[in-house]
Every structure is written in structure tokens, then in C-alpha cells.
């Protein structure tokens, strides 16, 4: 079992940045692939980035070139460095943690990020 704990969101202005953190129990963090999720109202959770256990990043169309997803295995922590923010990224952002080695899917409890014009 993998728990997570997002943190960071919170109100921002248009344009500005924001960091999310999202911490890992457990000592199997630098084995798992981890996504950053986001659910704005009224609207499917969608994939905004995903990191791999090696290091290999993508992104959605929506936040390439504005948001970075880094990890730091030695804390047990995934990033979420979101800049040039607009109120169309104003959503509930969820961390999510992938086993490879036998599927097992791990939610955190989201961090609210609001964008204001």
C-alpha cells in the first residue's frame, strides 16, 4: 500500500506559477510511475503529465511547454511545476502512483488550484 499527500495548491492570478509537491509512504516510490491528474468542475479527471521510473515525462497538449513534472527519489517526492497559469487550469490536481510490477493504482486526496483572471 502507497499512500500520498499532495500539497502547494491554492489561489493564483492569471500568468502566475505555482508549485504542487506530492509525498510517497513506503519504500517502493523510485519503482513507481506517477501522474499528475486534474478534475476541473463539471469535467472527467484528465492526464496532465506522467513521469516514469527512469525519468521519461509527458504531457498533455493542454500544459506542454507551461507545466514540468520532476520526481526526487530520495524524498519520495513527485512535482508539478505549473507556470503561465490561466483560469482554465483551475481544478482539483490528483497525484497518482503506479505499480508496474503488478498494476496496483494509488490515488492521493487532490490539492485545489484556483486561477483567478
Known amino acids: 500500500q502507497v499512500q500520498l499527500v499532495e500539497s502547494g495548491g491554492g489561489l493564483v492570478q492569471a500568468g502566475g506559477s505555482l508549485r504542487l509537491s506530492c509525498v510517497a509512504s513506503?519504500?517502493?516510490?523510485?519503482?513507481?510511475?506517477m501522474n499528475w491528474y486534474r478534475q476541473a468542475p463539471g469535467k472527467q479527471r484528465e492526464l496532465a503529465a506522467t513521469i516514469t521510473s527512469g525519468g521519461i515525462t509527458i504531457y498533455s497538449d493542454s500544459v506542454k511547454g507551461r507545466f514540468t513534472i520532476s520526481r526526487d527519489n530520495a524524498k519520495n517526492t513527485v512535482y508539478l511545476q505549473m507556470s503561465r497559469l490561466n483560469p482554465e487550469d483551475t481544478a482539483v490536481y490528483y497525484c497518482?502512483?503506479?505499480?508496474?510490477?503488478?498494476?496496483?493504482?494509488?490515488w492521493g486526496q487532490g490539492t485545489q488550484v484556483t486561477v483567478s483572471d
Open positions: 513506503g519504500s517502493i516510490f523510485s519503482t513507481l510511475a
Open positions: 497518482k502512483a503506479k505499480w508496474p510490477r503488478n498494476g496496483a493504482a494509488f
